[in-house]
């Protein structure tokens, strides 16, 4: 284990792109997102641009949608090391 390198984090990321990301990763569209979380297109945009805020229950109809747990949406930049240490 000497060779091991930890990894290091060398991109921030805000809420909103993770929330494109995760999207993207689907190969979904914004519409077909709306169509699944009844959540409207312009408010998908808004919310990958940075101009709207996620909230947690936005978070949770993401989530569910989007096959992942809503803390990934919320904390994208959670470094769980440096703050279990603490």
Aim: net charge positive; with cysteine; hydrophobic share 40%.
């Amino acid at each position: 284990m000497k060779n091991y390198r930890k990894a290091q984090k060398k991109v921030d990321v805000s809420v909103g792109e993770s929330v494109r990301i995760l999207r993207e990763l689907q190969e979904m569209s914004q519409n077909e997102l709306a169509h699944i979380t009844g959540i409207p297109q312009s408010t998908i945009s808004a919310i990958e641009n940075d101009r709207v805020k996620l909230g947690i229950e936005r978070a949770k109809v993401f989530a569910r949608a989007l096959k992942c747990h809503p803390a990934v949406l919320v904390f994208p930049g959670w470094d769980v090391e440096a703050e279990s240490a603490a």
